[in-house]
């Protein structure tokens, strides 16, 4: 009989954020969201209550409608889960920019 190890890169970590941004999570963010997600091998998942989304899609992303203060878990599963957690969390910790282009001038 084979038995079977226990598989470290299936294992699956999570985090908690919050959405600050203003607007919520809208296009732009949900966008620069995805991209990062699609950067790592592990499954990247996105929780509000009860919904839970691909967080490699940003159809996906946009259909949980998170405003700002809504309160998201962040999940990934697949032996990057670590790194992605951290890559992703830091985007939600300066809230994807958001105020970086604020002073810039479009001509």
């Known amino acids: 009989?084979?038995?079977?190890?226990?598989?470290?890169?299936q294992e699956t970590l999570s985090?908690?954020?919050?959405?600050?941004?203003r607007q919520g999570l809208?296009?732009?963010?949900?966008?620069?969201?995805a991209?990062?997600?699609r950067k790592w091998q592990s499954r990247i998942e996105l929780i509000a209550e009860s919904q839970r989304v691909n967080g490699k899609s940003i159809l996906e992303v946009l259909t949980l409608a998170a405003e700002a203060g809504t309160r998201l878990v962040i999940e990934a599963t697949g032996p990057d889960a670590q790194e992605a957690l951290e890559a992703i969390g830091h985007l939600f910790e300066r809230n994807?920019?958001?105020y970086e282009n604020d002073n810039k001038q479009v001509f």
């Open 96 to 98: 994807f920019n958001e």
């Open 26 to 33: 809208h296009a732009r963010p949900a966008d620069l969201l």
């Open 1 to 9: 009989m084979e038995q079977r190890q226990l598989d470290m890169s």
């Open 35 to 37: 991209r990062e997600a």
């Open 15 to 21: 985090r908690k954020v919050v959405v600050g941004m």
